[in-house]
Structure formats: C-alpha cells, structure tokens
C-alpha cells in the first residue's frame, strides 16, 4: 500500500516563503507522477505542480515561476518550493501520486498566507 506523508505547512506573511516535502512509501511510489494539489476555502481541489519520475515538470498558471517542484528520487520524496506567497495561496496542499492508473493523496498540510 502507498503512503504519503506531508510536512512543512504553515503560516507565513505575504511575500515570505515555505517549503512543502511529501514522503512516499509503498512498492509503486517509485512509479509514476508526484503532484501537489491545493484547494482552498470554497474552491475545488486544482493541480499546483506536477513531476514524472524522469524529472519533468508541469505548473499552474497562478505558481509558474513563484512555486518549484522538485523530486528525490533516492528519498522518493517530493518537495514543492513556494516563494513570493500572496494571501490566494492560502489552501491545504495535497501531496499525490499518479501511478498505474491509480490515484493516491497524502492527509494534506494547511499553507496560510496572512496579508
């Protein structure tokens, strides 16, 4: 069974940054696509930031060139690297794996962004 587990929420003050990290365990968490996902008050769950297990990446429109993903293959971990936060961040992040076919999400970490 896979297992994913986030650290490093938080708050933090417009402009400031953080940093998210997603442990995965299980026999396909070597496999596949980690992702973070956010959804924040009223809104649907959206992708934040995608990598393949080869290291490509894929990014919203609203983080491209504020937030970086980034993955250990060795660790299989994933970090998500969030820089210049507004108070429109604020949401709980969902750690994901794509793998096979099948969807696996992490318990979430709470990210608010005070103004």
């Known amino acids: 069974q896979v297992q994913l587990v986030e650290s490093g929420g938080g708050l933090v003050q417009a402009g400031g940054s953080l940093r998210l990290s997603c442990a995965a365990s299980?026999?396909?968490?070597?496999?596949?696509?980690l992702g973070w996902y956010r959804q924040g008050p009223g809104n649907q769950r959206e992708l934040v930031a995608a990598?393949?297990?080869?290291?490509?990446?894929d990014y919203s429109d609203s983080t491209k060139g504020r937030f970086t993903i980034s993955r250990d293959n060795a660790k299989n971990t994933v970090y998500l690297q969030m820089n210049n936060l507004k108070p429109e961040d604020t949401a709980v992040y969902y750690c994901?794996?794509?793998?096979?076919?099948?969807?696996?999400w992490g318990q979430g970490a709470q990210v608010t962004v005070s103004s």
């Open positions: 994901n794996l794509n793998s096979v076919g099948r969807q696996f």
């Open positions: 299980g026999s396909l968490s070597r496999f596949g696509v």
């Open positions: 990598i393949s297990s080869g290291g490509s990446t």
